[in-house]
């Protein structure tokens, strides 16, 4: 990987000098550098490159080692990057400045045909399983490169649109430029690694995990943050106290704008492709999904409700050192704000959860997912709330001591005050809810049948397997001579036994069970004595 990284550097720089036009003893050092990664380094990666093969041939496993999918993935990563990003210094300067980068191109050339034949010789060696995480990579790389680009093209469109000021269009060096060359230098990565690549292996768990956590999960919050600060701004000009001439305040809003447009765009894309793909209503990423949304929510709302009783006590409070960076009407803008936003779609997720909970007592609750997210929310949120207790009661008794106590120590525990309101509203009711959940689950009974069996006879590593699954026991296997395991009436046997440990015998006339252990020592009825000890 390195050398391979050293000639494509070498070849890329040599080129893009003798395309530039200069002289090439203008620039001894790039030349030697140049001379020296390709001259050198390239018989060097031949010889590692024919050791690899010979070693492949002789020995069949190498190709199928995790070594080299990592390689391969590790590398289409970095030629597919150094490409995007030779795509975007080409698009730049010719929107911007209207020349062509000749050192830019000669790494696209190089480092593109590169990629294209690590994608070739990681079709053939290499199976879809194996590919499938450089496939999520390259098209998280892409996807998220191209949504930058897509916002930062429609901020500064409707900047130009409805701002008055310079003119942005591409004739200069310009934001627009840049903007619309991200999205150049995304678009191809996205549709090279999600349409031609991952989108192709629906239903498995990296393409759930991108559809569902990324693409609707990610996007849809992307959605709500650019809508929160549109809201927030929008009160803060009529209600406010906004800083700024009109034309300022709304060209600092447009950001926020473009990036919950193209936030919903993707959300409603991926949510189309997940609606018509996704493998059963209640897969386990899709609780993962759900859950992890309604905790994004709920943090926000729980955010506003911090935020709303600091500035109720900057409020009431005399005057004294600011505890807000914002006036109180502002910060009471934002916490309506985040309550607006976060509190309806905590309540959305929520309710959905609680239907599929109601159809589905038990599978809901005892799904791991569920038991994670309430645990971290009644856990994490009540020690916060026990810190920050300790914290303000501390704060407290100080000043108290000092002869203090009054405004001030009123102004300095508003902070502390509203986290424990918070984080102590979050911790009790899903405490709550996690009690309930614990009340619907029916408890293990208690375990009974051995727990170690001891098979023997001839090798069979799927009974022993089968075996484990069937008893949650420590299994062992000695081998002997003998025909095969019947299965079926191996697990039947152990299913009768009730004692600690269990040998099972195959015998010619069949497989034969021999307990001991705590409980009626001795064979089961019929089966014969135990063997004597030794």
């Given at each position: 990987l390195g050398l391979l990284v050293v000639?494509?550097?070498?070849?890329?720089?040599?080129?893009?000098?003798?395309?530039?036009?200069?002289?090439?003893?203008?620039a001894p050092t790039a030349v030697a550098r140049a001379l020296t990664f390709t001259h050198v380094g390239a018989p060097l990666f031949l010889v590692v490159v024919f050791w690899t093969r010979r070693?492949?041939?002789?020995?069949?496993?190498?190709?199928?080692?995790?070594?080299?999918?990592?390689?391969?993935?590790?590398?289409?990563?970095?030629?597919?990057?150094?490409?995007?990003?030779?795509?975007?210094?080409?698009?730049?300067?010719?929107?911007?400045?209207?020349?062509?980068?000749?050192?830019?191109?000669?790494?696209?050339?190089?480092?593109?045909?590169?990629?294209?034949?690590l994608r070739r010789l990681e079709d053939r060696t290499l199976d879809h399983e194996r590919r499938s995480l450089h496939w999520l990579l390259g098209t998280l790389i892409g996807w998220g490169t191209a949504l930058v680009g897509l916002?930062?093209?429609?901020?500064?469109?409707?900047?130009?649109?409805?701002?008055?000021?310079?003119?942005?269009?591409?004739?200069?060096?310009?934001?627009?430029?840049?903007?619309?060359?991200?999205?150049?230098?995304?678009?191809?990565?996205?549709?090279?690694?999600?349409?031609?690549?991952?989108?192709?292996?629906?239903?498995?768990?990296?393409?759930?995990?991108?559809?569902?956590?990324?693409?609707?999960?990610?996007?849809?919050?992307?959605?709500?943050?650019?809508?929160s600060v549109v809201l927030y701004r929008a009160l803060v000009w009529f209600l406010?106290?906004?800083?700024?001439?009109?034309?300022?305040?709304?060209?600092?809003?447009?950001?926020?704008?473009?990036?919950?447009?193209?936030?919903?765009?993707?959300?409603?894309?991926?949510?189309?492709?997940?609606?018509?793909?996704?493998?059963?209503?209640?897969?386990?990423?899709?609780?993962?999904?759900?859950?992890?949304?309604?905790?994004?929510?709920?943090?926000?709302?729980?955010?506003?409700?911090a935020l709303l009783v600091v500035a109720f006590v900057q409020a009431v409070v005399p005057p004294g050192e600011q505890l807000l960076a914002a006036s109180v009407v502002n910060a009471?803008?934002?916490?309506?704000?985040?309550?607006?936003?976060?509190?309806?779609?905590?309540?959305?997720?929520?309710?959905?959860?609680?239907?599929?909970?109601?159809?589905?007592?038990?599978?809901?609750?005892?799904?791991?997912t569920r038991r994670i997210y309430l645990v971290l929310l009644f856990g994490v949120a009540g020690v916060v709330a026990v810190i920050v207790l300790l914290v303000m009661a501390f704060m407290v008794i100080s000043d108290a001591l000092q002869g203090r106590l009054g405004a001030a120590t009123l102004r300095s525990a508003a902070v502390p005050l509203?986290?424990?309101?918070?984080?102590?509203?979050?911790?009790?009711?899903?405490?709550?809810?996690?009690?309930?959940?614990?009340?619907?689950?029916?408890?293990?009974?208690?375990?009974?049948?051995?727990?170690?069996?001891?098979?023997?006879?001839?090798?069979?590593?799927a009974l022993v397997d089968q075996v484990r699954r069937a008893t949650r026991a420590r299994v062992e296997l000695w081998q002997a001579p003998g025909g095969w395991w019947p299965v079926p009436e191996v697990l039947a046997l152990l299913a009768r036994a009730t004692h600690a440990q269990a040998l099972v015998l195959l015998e010619p006339a069949g497989p034969r069970l021999v307990e001991a252990g705590p409980g009626p020592v001795g064979a089961q009825p019929g089966q014969g004595p135990p063997p004597p000890p030794g």
């Open positions: 000639v494509a550097v070498g070849v890329s720089d040599l080129i893009g000098l003798v395309q530039s036009g200069r002289p090439l003893v203008d070693l492949m041939r002789s020995d069949p496993g190498e190709v199928r080692s995790l070594g080299w999918a990592a390689y391969l993935t590790v590398a289409g990563l970095v030629a597919a990057v150094v490409a995007a990003t030779a795509v975007y210094r080409l698009g730049y300067e010719a929107l911007a400045d209207g020349r062509l980068d000749a050192s830019a191109l000669a790494r696209l050339v190089v480092w593109g045909t590169l990629w294209v034949l916002a930062a093209v429609l901020s500064v469109s409707l900047e130009t649109l409805l701002v008055p000021g310079p003119d942005l269009i591409l004739g200069g060096r310009s934001d627009l430029a840049a903007a619309v060359a991200v999205l150049a230098a995304g678009v191809p990565l996205w549709f090279a690694y999600w349409i031609r690549g991952l989108a192709r292996r629906p239903g498995t768990v990296l393409w759930l995990g991108h559809v569902l956590v990324m693409g609707v999960g990610a996007s849809l919050v992307t959605t709500l943050a650019g809508a406010g106290d906004a800083a700024g001439g009109l034309d300022s305040y709304v060209a600092g809003s447009l950001p926020a704008v473009a990036a919950a447009v193209v936030g919903a765009l993707s959300w409603w894309y991926h949510r189309t492709v997940l609606g018509q793909r996704v493998p059963g209503p209640r897969a386990e990423v899709t609780r993962l999904y759900e859950y992890l949304l309604a905790a994004v929510a709920l943090l926000a709302a729980a955010t506003g409700v009471v803008l934002a916490a309506v704000t985040l309550l607006v936003v976060g509190g309806p779609l905590w309540w959305l997720f929520w309710r959905r959860i609680e239907r599929h909970t109601a159809a589905e007592p038990v599978a809901e609750a005892s799904s791991p509203g986290l424990i309101v918070a984080a102590g509203a979050v911790s009790g009711y899903h405490w709550l809810v996690f009690r309930a959940d614990r009340a619907r689950v029916p408890r293990t009974a208690a375990r009974v049948g051995p727990r170690e069996v001891l098979l023997v006879g001839p090798r069979d590593d």
